[in-house]
């Protein structure tokens, strides 16, 4: 706490002038000014003879020229000695700072100070000069930009002088300003951009050094020192508050009554008038909370209010207003001020000076004029203030994670971090200091740090000054206690309005300053929240109170999702220009509005019944959801029959370059490890009574879609139903199945069904399809369907900064084009079939797996004797059914006998057998009658032969195979099997329990045939995986021997025991079954569920790890089984690139503290970053850069021929050791033909592309993903006859300059099929505009603004005009061509349409001529106010 108060004592700053508070809020500007050095005799001679030790320094302070005003904080270099004869004076300090006053009479002073010491040793300063610095030239608007140096001219006297009314500006011109001769300082002034990012911590107009310690920045690298020159942010905390209460003494109504009496007693003395004290009222009693850092609130205090505590079970209001009296009848008897609500601080640094500052405030108001009647709006304005009663600071412990902690309040005169004035305190110079520590009152609260999953963990108490320490072992029962806290998961914020309750009908006070309003950069909010506190102070009455309506409100500032979720990006040069991963817009999901439900409900939609034909339980997906797997584990009910119902699309208003609203769509996604699913197409239907677009009312259902193209007479909607059972799920992967939908999220692309063109994206977690014990469960998302597109690559090589770490994304645009209405449920079913093998039990999940009564074949007899139950029964088989080799060369082998396994194998063996038969044949019909006894016998012989020769051989073929199926045999009693549930990426831990079986020490051998399996040598990284599993067997460091590249080692004793670790992990995705996706899936028209054998699961990988003694005999062999399970992907990029190229593209990753899960490291140091790809032919890798540098992941992928699509997978780790993936990514690959076009803005550019047709005449379409911009000719249906060729003509006409892709899909619509696509690159080059205009616009205003504007035909014959214009939403023509004759002046009629939102647009206007070519383009700014 004495770091805090050290740095806001010595930071007080001086507001600018009140006048600059009243004129409009700019943008506030970085500065970085380095005085490097002054030259000349600056000091004059008889301070060096009358001083020794004389020393030199610079102060800096800044100057209003206008109204004489100094401000902010004068600033010092450090010391410098001086030398005789005077010379060079060497600083090179950096000076920063910030400020929105843009004004040229807006400087800073420099003022050359010499100190020293007179004879009698006492310090003596004294002012050799001072310089006028001008921050910002004679324009507006237009900071001093030129970092070269620049000398500042001296002059005689000390910068009071500037005070003088004579002086007028230009100083330096006037008259009575002496220049100093041959003296000058060297300097530097440049913006810097680079501190934007730090403008939190920094109050604006505040003079600091890049050598000062600014509380929230990490300390500089390097030798310079220099910490604002790239700044560096602390990771923040997030702390939250709950059971906050005041006491104030000797009780509240007390305490209130005093209030009211002594503001109607100054409300007399200030020559106001008598004033009715039966008649003011407390509006409302309102609580600012905010962190400071000693220089400044980091973010705009959040301001709740209170209520009583007896109300807090009798209102739930969002303001409190009670009538006080001085002979009130009621006794509230209440002793506390209420938060019924948690407060969540995100902005918390582990630092000393950051510290949690509490503002008491209360809102007064007279409902009665003066005279008792009704008073006017004007009046109660006048009438209506606020004042700060009490306040408090509170400096945590970031150690402790939670604890209840009791501070004094404080009032009266001393400083506060508003600057303002504060109600009295009592007199205490009669009390003890026990006394004095309450008597204002205290603040009594609940403080928690982590995330909200250990909101309910019991506190400890917490130390600190003046802090009292209090166990919360258990909630306090008392009357006057708090209420209790929010349950866990629920988002409390909602029971207590979060101020300012007062509406501007109530204050009636209108704003007195244009910088009162809300902005929105958040660079600004501290000084003018500053400002507006001292303008109150100044002025308590007159329209005090109107600053909180626009200070207060925090829905103007930037997203509030992104205030405190990223980091800032700080100044960053990559090799490609990087896509931010996380900040583009994504799928949002929410429950369906209640007009949205009446629609859907009256569409007559089928219903979703549980097994007894009720209808399943509806539940809102915007409620908290809690879930236990062992409980889902356990249910009775063992089938899940999982449901999806797609429902409706809505349309949301569409920008001027989105593609019109599709006729069919159909969607394509995978559930668990399914095959890919692809619904057919659907048909949007228009309901009559739909609401706008971009109202978030409902307007078009799905509709299945006949073969013939009509609409399907049955029940809308589209349903697909997976039946998740027994029979389909392996042994143990239920628990997996149960994980897999709670913690994964459902993608859905939604597709055109007429062009083929992607429309956009929607994702759903699945959580609320856990059953937990009930029948059925469904739930009902209206899903917001994003498409994201990726620009080319730029020379843009940094995004831009939008406040407190959110980024912009370079080259990627978010649009939300629909709204997706989905249902999906889980129907509970018993299990109807037996499931195999009931007996035996389900394998284990221990991490420890012991080879103890493994045995598979227990040796002995084949039957067991006197039992009923047979076990390892093994049949007699021919040895030629059992080896093909064998049986080929075998001659007499008869093949009835022949499995059919075998068949395929031994098909030369039997063709060689039939041609004996039939030469024996010929032989025998060749002989005749006569030879025929004779061939007998000569048959018989050979026969004998032939048994004889395959005895011989089947004899040898035992001796050569018995050792090795004996040994086979006998393996298995040292055979342990294991099976694992993998997922990509993740690092499944296990151990092995070894023992040697023998009396003789041996060195063991760990040999293992798959590379993803491998031993845990390193004693740490084992230590971690242990520590992560919950594992509690022991440690053992250089437990191996290691020999370069060959198999570990390991020394036994005999009869030892010994735990080997292993790792599992795989990083291949696998191939899925290559099954369609309508084959497994049904509709809502039949019953039969998806195939349990249509399933797509990757085929189980197996390995063997064998123990080899020193022998090279084996004592033990582990036989793994890895089933793969499906995996969480977090995002999703889809890239279209031209095919047989390189696609290389740089990801930046989020800030690491916005990822669920995200390791927490110490302050300053960034978790190290490794990447892996599921591809091998996929270069992916990351560089190591240095602590709060952005990362980013870069990608080389090889594109192939047109239309190959690749898929593969991205896992990112934080931790050294590769364990769990922080973020996985999938990445699509889609290869298109190319065509660059290079063109002009507005301008039509043509080309053509070759058709060739198929086998078959196909009537096809072409489509655009831009119809705007991108014609085609025949613009229809035309026929492609087979094996020919035909010209697509295609016209291109830009709307804006840059470079993107254009997508152009040439699809059969007979089919339905893609019969060609094309990726066209344009490279648009804005045209040269000739003329400019400015035109004011009303927001909202009515139906639009008609103005107009000539043009002169340049040409002496007569022409043809086109016009064209890049904004077609804001602009219209009154007609979009015109005919003027040779050196003609036309009037072109323009129609303005109203915008809902204040800013700045330019519109282009495009004038082609007859062939569409450019002839001149014309400027329009249109403001919007």
Same mark, same amino acid.
């Given at each position: 706490m004495?770091?805090w108060?050290?740095?806001?004592t010595?930071n007080?700053l001086? %507001?600018?002038?009140?006048?600059?508070?009243?004129q409009?809020?700019k943008?506030?500007t970085a500065f970085?000014?380095?005085?490097k050095?002054?030259d000349?005799?600056i000091i004059?001679q008889?301070?060096l003879?009358a001083l020794s030790?004389?020393?030199?320094h610079?102060r800096v302070?800044f100057f209003?020229?206008?109204?004489?005003?100094?401000f902010?904080r004068?600033w010092k270099t450090?010391v410098k000695?001086?030398k005789?004869?005077?010379?060079?004076i060497?600083?090179n300090?950096p000076?920063?700072?910030?400020?929105s006053l843009?004004h040229?009479?807006i400087?800073?002073v420099?003022?050359?100070v010499?100190e020293?010491?007179?004879?009698?040793g006492?310090?003596?300063?004294?002012?050799?000069?001072?310089?006028i #610095?001008r921050?910002?030239s004679?324009q507006?608007n237009?900071?001093?930009?030129?970092s070269?140096?620049?000398?500042?001219r001296?002059?005689h006297?000390t910068?009071?002088a500037?005070l003088?009314?004579?002086?007028q500006?230009?100083a330096?011109?006037?008259?009575?300003?002496?220049l100093?001769e041959?003296?000058s300082?060297q300097?530097?002034?440049?913006?810097? %951009?680079?501190?934007?990012?730090?403008?939190?911590?920094l109050p604006e107009n505040l003079l600091?050094?890049g050598?000062?310690q600014?509380?929230?920045l990490?300390?500089?690298?390097?030798e310079?020192g220099?910490?604002?020159r790239?700044?560096r942010?602390?990771?923040?905390?997030?702390?939250h508050?709950?059971? #906050?209460?005041?006491?104030?003494y000797?009780?509240l109504?007390k305490f209130?009554?005093e209030?009211?009496?002594?503001h109607?007693?100054?409300h007399?003395q200030e020559g106001?008038?008598? @004033?009715?004290?039966? /008649?003011l009222?407390i509006?409302?009693?309102?609580?600012?909370?905010g962190?400071h850092?000693?220089?400044g609130f980091?973010?705009?205090?959040?301001?709740?209010?209170?209520?009583p505590?007896?109300?807090?079970a009798?209102t739930r209001? &969002?303001?409190?207003s009670?009538?006080?009296?001085?002979s009130?009848k009621t006794?509230s008897?209440?002793?506390?001020?209420?938060l019924r609500?948690?407060?969540r601080?995100p902005?918390?640094?582990g630092?000393?000076?950051f510290?949690v500052v509490f503002?008491?405030? $209360?809102v007064?108001?007279?409902?009665?004029?003066?005279?008792g009647n009704?008073?006017s !709006?004007t009046?109660l304005?006048?009438?209506?203030c606020m004042?700060m009663?009490?306040?408090a600071?509170?400096?945590?412990?970031?150690e402790a994670?939670s604890?209840?902690?009791t501070?004094?309040l404080?009032?009266g005169i001393?400083?506060n971090?508003s600057h303002?004035?504060?109600y009295?305190?009592?007199?205490a110079?009669m009390s003890?200091?026990e006394v004095?520590?309450?008597?204002s009152?205290t603040?009594?609260?609940q403080?928690?740090?982590g995330?909200?999953?250990?909101?309910?963990?019991?506190?400890?108490?917490?130390?600190?000054?003046?802090?009292?320490?209090?166990p919360a072992?258990?909630?306090?029962?008392?009357p006057s206690s708090?209420p209790?806290p929010a349950?866990?998961?629920?988002?409390?914020?909602q029971d207590?309005?979060?101020g300012?309750? #007062?509406?501007i009908?109530?204050l009636?006070a209108?704003?007195?300053s244009p910088?009162?309003?809300?902005?929105?950069?958040?660079?600004s909010?501290l000084?003018h929240?500053?400002r507006?506190?001292?303008?109150?102070?100044?002025?308590?009455l007159?329209? /005090?109170i109107?600053?909180?309506e626009?200070?207060?409100s925090?829905?103007?500032l930037v997203p509030e999702t992104?205030i405190a979720?990223q980091?800032?990006?700080?100044p960053?040069?990559?090799l490609h220009?990087?896509?931010?991963a996380g900040?583009?817009?994504?799928?949002?999901?929410g429950?369906?509005?209640?007009a949205?439900m009446v629609l859907?409900q009256?569409?007559g939609?089928?219903?979703?019944? +549980?097994?007894?034909?009720? %209808?399943?339980?509806?539940?809102n997906?915007?409620d908290p959801m809690?879930f236990n797997l062992q409980?889902e584990?356990?249910?009775c009910l063992?089938?899940?029959?999982?449901?999806?119902?797609?429902?409706?699309?809505?349309?949301v208003a569409?920008?001027?370059?989105?593609t019109?609203?599709?006729k069919?769509?159909?969607?394509t996604f =995978?559930?668990?490890?399914f095959p890919?699913?692809?619904?057919?197409?659907l048909?949007l239907?228009q309901l009559?009574?739909?609401g706008q677009?971009?109202?978030?009312?409902?307007?078009?259902?799905?509709v299945?879609v006949?073969?013939?193209?009509t609409?399907d007479a049955g029940s809308?909607?589209?349903?697909?139903r997976y039946?998740v059972?027994?029979?389909?799920?392996?042994?143990?992967?239920?628990?997996?199945f149960?994980?897999?939908l709670?913690?994964?999220?459902?993608q859905? +692309?939604?597709?055109d069904?007429d062009s083929l063109?992607l429309?956009?994206s929607?994702?759903?977690?699945?959580?609320?399809?856990?059953?937990?014990?009930?029948?059925a469960?469904q739930a009902s998302?209206?899903?917001?369907v994003?498409?994201?597109?990726y620009?080319?690559?730029?020379?843009?090589v940094?995004?831009?900064v939008?406040g407190?770490?959110r980024?912009?994304p370079i080259?990627?645009?978010?649009?939300?084009?629909g709204?997706?209405?989905l249902?999906l449920?889980?129907?509970g079913h018993l299990?109807e079939?037996?499931?195999?093998?009931c007996?035996?039990l389900p394998?284990?999940r221990?991490r420890?797996?012991s080879?103890?009564g493994?045995?598979?074949f227990?040796?002995?007899s084949?039957?067991?004797?006197?039992?009923?139950r047979r076990?390892?029964?093994v049949?007699?088989?021919k @040895?030629?059914?059992v080896?093909?080799e064998?049986?080929a060369?075998l001659?007499t082998?008869?093949?009835q006998?022949t499995?059919?396994?075998? !068949?395929g194998?031994?098909?030369?063996a039997?063709?060689?057998?039939?041609?004996?038969?039939?030469?024996?044949?010929r032989l025998q019909e060749?002989? /005749?009658?006569?030879g025929r006894?004779?061939?007998?016998?000569?048959?018989?012989q050979?026969?004998r032969?032939?048994?004889l020769r395959?005895l011989?051989?089947i004899?040898a073929y035992r001796e050569?195979?018995? &050792?090795?199926?004996?040994a086979?045999?006998l393996s298995?009693?040292i055979?342990?099997?294991?099976t694992?549930?993998a997922?990509?990426?993740?690092a499944?831990?296990?151990?092995f329990v070894?023992?040697?079986?023998?009396?003789?020490?041996?060195?063991?051998?760990v040999?293992i045939?798959?590379?993803e399996?491998s031993?845990i040598?390193?004693?740490q990284?084992w230590? +971690?995986?242990?520590g992560a599993?919950?594992l509690h067997?022991?440690?053992?460091?250089?437990m191996?021997?290691?020999?370069?590249s060959?198999?570990?080692q390991?020394y036994l004793?005999?009869?030892?025991?010994?735990h080997?670790p292993?790792k599992f992990?795989?990083?291949?995705?696998?191939?899925?079954?290559t099954v369609?996706?309508?084959? /497994?899936?049904?509709n809502?028209?039949?019953?039969?569920?998806v195939s349990?054998?249509?399933s797509s699961a990757v085929p189980?990988k197996?390995?063997? !790890?064998l123990f080899?003694?020193s022998g090279?005999?084996?004592?033990?062999v582990?036989?793994?089984?890895v089933?793969?399970q499906p995996h969480?992907?977090?995002?999703?990029?889809?890239?279209y690139? %031209?095919? @047989?190229s390189f696609?290389k593209k740089?990801?930046?990753l989020?800030?690491w503290?916005?990822l669920?899960?995200?390791?927490?490291g110490?302050?300053g140091? +960034?978790p190290?970053v490794? *990447?892996r790809?599921s591809d091998?032919n996929?270069?992916?890798?990351t560089q190591?850069v240095?602590?709060g540098?952005?990362?980013?992941?870069?990608l080389k992928?090889?594109?192939?021929?047109?239309?190959e699509?690749?898929?593969f997978f991205?896992?990112?780790?934080s931790?050294r050791w590769?364990?769990?993936p922080t973020?996985?990514?999938?990445v699509?690959?889609?290869s298109?033909?190319r065509v660059d076009?290079?063109c *002009?803005?507005?301008q039509?550019t043509?080309?053509?592309?070759?058709l060739r047709g198929?086998?078959t005449?196909?009537k096809?379409?072409?489509?655009?993903?831009h119809?705007?911009e991108?014609?085609t000719d025949?613009?229809?249906?035309?026929v492609?006859?087979p094996?020919?060729v035909?010209?697509l003509?295609?016209g291109?006409?830009?709307?804006?300059?840059?470079?993107?892709?254009v997508?152009l899909?040439l699809v059969d619509?007979?089919?339905?099929?893609?019969?060609?696509?094309?990726?066209?690159?344009?490279s648009?080059?804005q045209?040269l505009?000739?003329k400019?205009?400015e035109?004011?616009?009303?927001?909202g205003?009515?139906?639009?603004?008609?103005?107009?504007i000539t043009?002169t035909?340049?040409?002496?014959?007569r022409?043809t005009?086109?016009?064209h214009?890049d904004h077609p939403?804001?602009?219209r023509?009154?007609?979009d061509?015109?005919?003027?004759a040779?050196g003609e002046?036309h009037?072109i009629?323009?129609?303005f349409?109203p915008s809902?939102?204040?800013?700045?647009?330019e519109?282009?206007? $495009?004038i082609n001529d007859?062939?569409d070519k450019?002839?001149?383009a014309?400027?329009?700014?249109v403001? $919007? =106010?």
């Amino acid at each position: 706490m004495n770091d805090w108060h050290r740095i806001f004592t010595q930071n007080v700053l001086v %507001p600018p002038h009140p006048q600059r508070a009243r004129q409009p809020v700019k943008e506030s500007t970085a500065f970085q000014c380095v005085l490097k050095w002054l030259d000349g005799p600056i000091i004059r001679q008889g301070v060096l003879e009358a001083l020794s030790e004389v020393e030199c320094h610079l102060r800096v302070s800044f100057f209003d020229v206008t109204y004489r005003h100094f401000f902010g904080r004068t600033w010092k270099t450090t010391v410098k000695p001086t030398k005789r004869p005077p010379s060079r004076i060497v600083f090179n300090e950096p000076l920063y700072f910030h400020t929105s006053l843009n004004h040229p009479h807006i400087v800073a002073v420099v003022e050359v100070v010499a100190e020293g010491k007179k004879r009698d040793g006492t310090l003596q300063t004294s002012s050799c000069g001072f310089g006028i #610095l001008r921050i910002f030239s004679n324009q507006p608007n237009s900071p001093t930009s030129a970092s070269q140096d620049k000398r500042l001219r001296l002059y005689h006297g000390t910068p009071r002088a500037l005070l003088h009314p004579l002086l007028q500006d230009p100083a330096e011109q006037n008259k009575h300003m002496t220049l100093i001769e041959n003296c000058s300082l060297q300097y530097t002034l440049k913006p810097h %951009p680079a501190l934007e990012p730090a403008f939190h911590l920094l109050p604006e107009n505040l003079l600091v050094s890049g050598l000062q310690q600014i509380p929230g920045l990490l300390p500089a690298h390097g030798e310079s020192g220099d910490a604002l020159r790239k700044p560096r942010l602390q990771k923040p905390i997030t702390g939250h508050l709950d059971d #906050l209460f005041f006491t104030l003494y000797p009780s509240l109504e007390k305490f209130e009554e005093e209030l009211l009496e002594l503001h109607v007693q100054d409300h007399f003395q200030e020559g106001c008038g008598p @004033l009715d004290g039966g /008649g003011l009222e407390i509006l409302e009693r309102r609580l600012r909370v905010g962190v400071h850092n000693g220089l400044g609130f980091v973010q705009r205090p959040q301001v709740v209010v209170l209520v009583p505590e007896m109300d807090v079970a009798l209102t739930r209001s &969002a303001s409190f207003s009670r009538k006080v009296v001085s002979s009130s009848k009621t006794s509230s008897g209440s002793q506390a001020l209420v938060l019924r609500s948690r407060l969540r601080l995100p902005e918390m640094v582990g630092h000393p000076a950051f510290a949690v500052v509490f503002q008491l405030e $209360y809102v007064f108001s007279s409902p009665a004029g003066v005279d008792g009647n009704a008073a006017s !709006v004007t009046s109660l304005s006048n009438l209506a203030c606020m004042h700060m009663v009490r306040w408090a600071v509170w400096n945590p412990l970031l150690e402790a994670d939670s604890g209840r902690v009791t501070l004094p309040l404080q009032g009266g005169i001393q400083p506060n971090p508003s600057h303002c004035l504060v109600y009295k305190v009592p007199s205490a110079s009669m009390s003890s200091e026990e006394v004095k520590q309450v008597e204002s009152g205290t603040v009594r609260f609940q403080f928690s740090l982590g995330s909200e999953e250990h909101l309910d963990a019991p506190a400890e108490p917490v130390s600190g000054p003046k802090a009292e320490r209090q166990p919360a072992r258990k909630p306090p029962t008392s009357p006057s206690s708090p209420p209790a806290p929010a349950p866990r998961g629920l988002a409390a914020l909602q029971d207590s309005p979060v101020g300012p309750g #007062l509406s501007i009908s109530q204050l009636a006070a209108s704003p007195r300053s244009p910088t009162q309003h809300c902005v929105a950069r958040p660079t600004s909010q501290l000084p003018h929240g500053s400002r507006a506190s001292l303008t109150q102070a100044e002025f308590p009455l007159e329209g /005090g109170i109107s600053h909180l309506e626009a200070d207060l409100s925090q829905t103007c500032l930037v997203p509030e999702t992104s205030i405190a979720e990223q980091l800032q990006e700080l100044p960053f040069t990559p090799l490609h220009a990087p896509i931010v991963a996380g900040t583009q817009t994504r799928s949002s999901a929410g429950q369906p509005s209640r007009a949205s439900m009446v629609l859907l409900q009256s569409s007559g939609f089928p219903e979703i019944l +549980d097994a007894n034909k009720q %209808p399943a339980e509806a539940i809102n997906p915007t409620d908290p959801m809690t879930f236990n797997l062992q409980k889902e584990e356990s249910d009775c009910l063992q089938s899940n029959e999982m449901v999806l119902q797609f429902l409706a699309f809505s349309r949301v208003a569409q920008d001027c370059r989105g593609t019109s609203w599709p006729k069919t769509v159909y969607f394509t996604f =995978q559930f668990y490890r399914f095959p890919p699913a692809t619904t057919p197409r659907l048909q949007l239907v228009q309901l009559d009574e739909a609401g706008q677009p971009g109202s978030g009312a409902l307007t078009h259902i799905l509709v299945p879609v006949s073969r013939d193209g009509t609409f399907d007479a049955g029940s809308p909607g589209f349903q697909l139903r997976y039946m998740v059972g027994p029979g389909f799920l392996k042994p143990g992967e239920r628990r997996c199945f149960a994980h897999y939908l709670a913690v994964q999220t459902l993608q859905i +692309d939604v597709w055109d069904g007429d062009s083929l063109l992607l429309i956009g994206s929607a994702a759903v977690q699945m959580k609320h399809l856990l059953r937990q014990g009930r029948p059925a469960v469904q739930a009902s998302h209206e899903l917001e369907v994003v498409a994201t597109e990726y620009e080319q690559d730029t020379m843009v090589v940094s995004g831009d900064v939008l406040g407190f770490g959110r980024v912009k994304p370079i080259g990627v645009h978010s649009v939300v084009k629909g709204r997706l209405h989905l249902t999906l449920a889980n129907v509970g079913h018993l299990c109807e079939q037996k499931v195999r093998g009931c007996s035996t039990l389900p394998p284990t999940r221990s991490r420890v797996i012991s080879n103890d009564g493994a045995s598979r074949f227990s040796g002995g007899s084949l039957l067991t004797s006197g039992s009923s139950r047979r076990k390892h029964v093994v049949q007699a088989q021919k @040895l030629a059914d059992v080896d093909s080799e064998l049986a080929a060369m075998l001659l007499t082998h008869a093949r009835q006998g022949t499995g059919p396994r075998d !068949v395929g194998r031994e098909s030369d063996a039997t063709r060689r057998r039939k041609l004996e038969r039939m030469k024996s044949v010929r032989l025998q019909e060749a002989g /005749g009658e006569l030879g025929r006894r004779g061939t007998s016998v000569l048959a018989q012989q050979s026969v004998r032969t032939q048994h004889l020769r395959d005895l011989q051989v089947i004899a040898a073929y035992r001796e050569r195979t018995k &050792a090795e199926s004996i040994a086979s045999l006998l393996s298995l009693a040292i055979t342990t099997e294991h099976t694992l549930h993998a997922t990509l990426g993740v690092a499944e831990f296990f151990e092995f329990v070894l023992k040697n079986p023998h009396n003789t020490q041996h060195t063991v051998t760990v040999e293992i045939d798959n590379p993803e399996l491998s031993v845990i040598v390193d004693s740490q990284e084992w230590r +971690d995986f242990k520590g992560a599993a919950g594992l509690h067997t022991p440690v053992e460091e250089d437990m191996f021997h290691l020999r370069g590249s060959l198999a570990p080692q390991l020394y036994l004793r005999p009869h030892e025991t010994a735990h080997i670790p292993f790792k599992f992990q795989s990083f291949s995705a696998g191939q899925l079954a290559t099954v369609q996706a309508s084959s /497994g899936l049904s509709n809502e028209k039949g019953t039969d569920a998806v195939s349990p054998w249509k399933s797509s699961a990757v085929p189980a990988k197996h390995a063997k !790890v064998l123990f080899r003694a020193s022998g090279g005999k084996p004592i033990a062999v582990l036989c793994l089984t890895v089933e793969l399970q499906p995996h969480v992907v977090d995002q999703v990029f889809r890239f279209y690139h %031209p095919e @047989l190229s390189f696609l290389k593209k740089a990801i930046r990753l989020p800030p690491w503290h916005t990822l669920p899960g995200a390791p927490v490291g110490m302050l300053g140091e +960034d978790p190290p970053v490794h *990447v892996r790809c599921s591809d091998p032919n996929v270069i992916c890798e990351t560089q190591n850069v240095g602590p709060g540098e952005p990362r980013d992941v870069f990608l080389k992928v090889a594109s192939g021929p047109s239309p190959e699509i690749k898929d593969f997978f991205v896992i990112i780790y934080s931790d050294r050791w590769l364990a769990t993936p922080t973020q996985t990514w999938q990445v699509y690959l889609h290869s298109l033909q190319r065509v660059d076009v290079s063109c *002009v803005a507005g301008q039509l550019t043509r080309l053509s592309l070759v058709l060739r047709g198929t086998q078959t005449v196909r009537k096809v379409r072409a489509f655009t993903s831009h119809p705007q911009e991108l014609k085609t000719d025949p613009k229809g249906v035309f026929v492609l006859p087979p094996r020919g060729v035909q010209d697509l003509h295609v016209g291109v006409r830009p709307l804006r300059a840059g470079s993107r892709f254009v997508h152009l899909n040439l699809v059969d619509v007979d089919c339905h099929q893609l019969v060609a696509s094309w990726l066209v690159c344009l490279s648009c080059r804005q045209p040269l505009i000739s003329k400019a205009f400015e035109i004011t616009l009303a927001v909202g205003e009515g139906k639009g603004v008609n103005k107009r504007i000539t043009y002169t035909n340049p040409y002496p014959s007569r022409r043809t005009f086109h016009l064209h214009n890049d904004h077609p939403e804001l602009l219209r023509f009154r007609e979009d061509s015109f005919q003027v004759a040779g050196g003609e002046t036309h009037t072109i009629g323009l129609q303005f349409a109203p915008s809902q939102r204040v800013g700045e647009e330019e519109i282009l206007i $495009y004038i082609n001529d007859h062939e569409d070519k450019n002839e001149e383009a014309f400027c329009v700014k249109v403001i $919007y =106010q």
